[in-house]
């Protein structure tokens, strides 16, 4: 595997329509894309920030992936995303080396991108995102 670059930070927060002012007034950063996708139960919001992207990510549903990270653990920082060529070789790859997986194959995340997680138990305590078009 190979990263080629940091593709997005990910950010847990309990309301997009709270956070977003605070990106685009503070930081004076422009949010591109809302989206929501249904199968990870999450609403997102993009920013671009040189080659790096923020998401913001609010729960659809409290039983949701986000819903349980902020009601464990509060909003904050949720997963680091670096973009890699090929997500599923990039997992086996991984898997190779010893680190525990989260997805063994691709999913489909935001913005149409194939995305793949690596367990934080194994990865110093960051949850990490693979993320590609393959």
Known sequence: ????????????????????????KVLGLKCYAIEEVEEQKVKTAFFKLGDTKIELLESTDPEGPIGKFIEKKGPGMHHL?????NVDQALADAE????????KKHRKGAEGLN????????????????????
Do not use: Q
């Open 1 to 24: 595997m190979k990263a080629t670059h940091i593709e997005h930070i990910g950010i847990a927060v309990k309301s997009l329509d709270e956070a977003i002012p605070y990106y685009e």
């Open 81 to 85: 995303a670096f973009a890699v060529d």
């Open 96 to 103: 190779e080396n010893g680190v525990k997986l989260i997805d």
């Open 115 to 134: 995305i793949g997680f690596l367990h934080p138990k194994s990865t110093f305590g960051v949850l990490t995102e693979l993320c590609g078009e393959e």
